[in-house]
């Protein structure tokens, strides 16, 4: 990752860090947009309670979330309420990261397909074909897009749950893109392309 790629990191976790410092993160909790009863913050709060007192949490229907997240939010919180923003930071720079591998993988999956069905497409479609500058700029794209999109930066603020999900879905992306490079030939001629 280029300098360019490291400061927009560095900004996309300073307006994370800022949001979580100011009010804006308590009032992002409990707002609609952000937030559902499945992955509310609050929800989860109230879950370890429920935990910590003996009771259920799935025997109301107050609480939502998987058991798995249940167990390691219960287990975070245990060790210090403090580490749960850096946790949720830590997540979303995570699937960035994912993200970015995933659209290397995708451009690289896309020039070796185009360059295996080129002989089939017409002479004037030159400008509607993929670019190996695409490589170097897609995902740097990706990064950008998803680390300072707004919405992203609420959702981390708001400590939704959601972002576990984002995150299997990322690396489902990743993993699907990373076996389709790898049964094409010649795949290793195409990974060391721009490093």
């Not at 690289?108 to 170097?136: N, P």
């Not at 680390?147 to 990322?170: D, E, G, H, K, V």
Request: charged residues 15%; aromatic residues 12%; glycine residues 6%.
């Amino acid at each position: 990752m280029a300098a360019p790629v490291l400061y927009s990191v560095i900004l996309a976790i300073l307006l994370r860090f800022v949001c979580f410092r100011t009010y804006l993160s308590s009032i992002l909790t409990d707002r609609i947009e952000v937030v559902t009863p499945l992955t509310s913050w609050t929800r989860i709060i109230e879950g370890i309670t429920l935990m910590e007192q003996g009771i259920s949490p799935y025997a109301g229907d107050v609480f939502h979330e998987t058991p798995l997240c249940l167990h390691l939010f219960k287990f975070l919180h245990s060790i210090s309420p403090a580490i749960i923003p850096a946790v949720f930071i830590g997540i979303d720079m995570f699937i960035g990261v994912v993200l970015y591998n995933a659209a290397q993988h995708g451009v690289i999956y896309m020039l070796k397909r185009q360059k295996k069905e080129q002989i089939r497409y017409a002479k004037d479609v030159e400008m509607l074909c993929v670019k190996q500058t695409a490589y170097l700029d897609v995902p740097k794209l990706v990064l950008y897009i998803y680390l300072l999109n707004p919405f992203t930066i609420f959702t981390c603020c708001a400590r939704s749950t959601i972002l576990l999900s984002n995150l299997a879905i990322a690396g489902a992306f990743l993993f699907t893109f990373q076996d389709s490079c790898s049964k094409q030939q010649g795949y290793s001629d195409w990974a060391g392309l721009g490093r």
